[in-house]
């Protein structure tokens, strides 16, 4: 069974920087691309960032090209998020899922991140 | 940026009665186009992918259909479980981008 576990998320600062972690099993996590999308309070969803399946390629949302970075380590099977200069409109749930190009499914249960003083 | 465009942004039907959602994508993208399902404190679950493929699990009731720029997610005889937001997204060229999505709330 596909299962993919985000963690990571908490209350945070503004202008300060958090790490999510997503730890995926059930399927050979080095053969799929991987994608963060997240979700404010109360509205729809957005994109976030994508990799490639050996971390050498990225893609990432204006919204947060140059504060955020994904990476991944295949060996553990896990999937990062690294969030430097957050803002208040960072505010929001954050999933991963595998292979969005081809459906995601599944997704994580996502981890809440809260940017805020 | 590509953007998908849903109507309506909120349905509120009767049992058994079918309901139809599009989503129009400001420039052709195929049938590159996945459907989504969201019940409150959920993570969304892909309903249909490449815009009129079925998906192992999914109730029969859904389906999709469309390509360029028009697309339909068709609901036959809604049943109670199915009150959620509904979104698509487009996985043609980055950004990838989600619908606004759309409520359906059963009367």
């Known amino acids: 069974e596909v299962q993919l576990l985000e963690s990571g998320g908490g209350l945070v600062q503004p202008g300060g920087s958090l790490r999510l972690s997503c730890a995926a099993s059930g399927f050979t996590f080095s053969s799929y691309t991987m994608t963060w999308v997240r979700q404010a309070p109360g509205k729809g969803l957005e994109w976030v960032s994508d990799?490639?399946?050996?971390?050498?390629?990225?893609f990432y949302a204006d919204s947060v090209k140059g504060r955020f970075s994904t990476s991944r380590d295949n060996s553990k099977n896990t999937l990062f998020l690294q969030m430097n200069n957050l803002r208040a409109e960072d505010t929001a749930i954050y999933y991963c899922?595998?292979?969005?190009?081809?459906?995601?499914?599944?997704w994580g249960q996502g981890t809440l991140v809260i940017v805020s003083s | 940026e590509i953007v998908l465009t849903q109507s309506p942004d909120f349905q509120s039907v009767t049992p058994k009665e079918k309901v139809t959602i599009t989503c129009r994508a400001s420039?052709?993208?195929?049938?590159?186009l996945h459907w989504y399902q969201q019940k409150p404190d959920q993570s969304p679950k892909l309903l249909i992918k490449?815009?009129?493929q079925s998906i192992s699990g999914v109730p029969s009731r859904f389906s999709g259909s469309g390509s360029g720029t028009d697309f339909t997610l068709t609901i036959n005889s809604l049943e109670a479980e199915d009150a959620a937001t509904y979104y698509c997204l487009q996985c043609t060229t980055f950004p990838w981008t989600f619908g606004q999505g759309t409520k359906v709330e059963i009367k």
């Open positions: 420039q052709s993208i195929g049938t590159s």
């Open positions: 990799i490639g399946r050996r971390g050498a390629t990225t």
């Open positions: 899922a595998k292979d969005l190009a081809a459906g995601g499914d599944p």
């Open positions: 490449s815009a009129s």
